[in-house]
């Protein structure tokens, strides 16, 4: 079945970096694009970044500039390096399996499959 894990969640101070992970099981991972969402307490889940199989990248405006996505298809893992953190970003985030290969807009309904996800802290 599918599964994916992120891992590498964390608190930092305003201007940190943390990198998130998320290992992919179950499919074959090439075939499909991937995402990173978010979800604050209280606001709706939101796309924060997209990649296809081609290596393509997507950014929500919110991150453009601090937020890098990439993926190693060797081993399954897709990451997210996040520099210049504010206090805004705080939230859970979540790897998602897009439906298609191909660049996918950064809306839940495109992405089939989540991660649980791991929790991200940043203070001022």
């Known amino acids: 079945q599918v599964q994916l894990v992120e891992s590498g969640g964390g608190s930092v101070q305003s201007g940190g970096s943390l990198r998130l992970s998320c290992v992919a099981s179950?499919?074959?991972?090439?075939?499909?694009?991937m995402g990173w969402f978010r979800q604050a307490p209280g606001k709706k889940r939101e796309g924060v970044a997209g990649?296809?199989?081609?290596?393509?990248?997507s950014y929500a405006n919110s991150v453009e500039g601090r937020f890098t996505v990439s993926q190693d298809n060797a081993s399954n893992t897709l990451y997210l390096q996040m520099n210049s953190l504010k206090p805004e970003d705080t939230a859970l985030y979540f790897c998602a399996r897009g439906y298609a290969p191909r660049l996918l807009p950064l809306l839940p309904r495109y992405f089939d499959y989540w991660g649980q996800g791991t929790q991200v802290t940043v203070s001022s």
């Open positions: 179950g499919y074959t991972y090439s075939d499909y694009s």
């Open positions: 990649i296809d199989r081609g290596g393509a990248t």
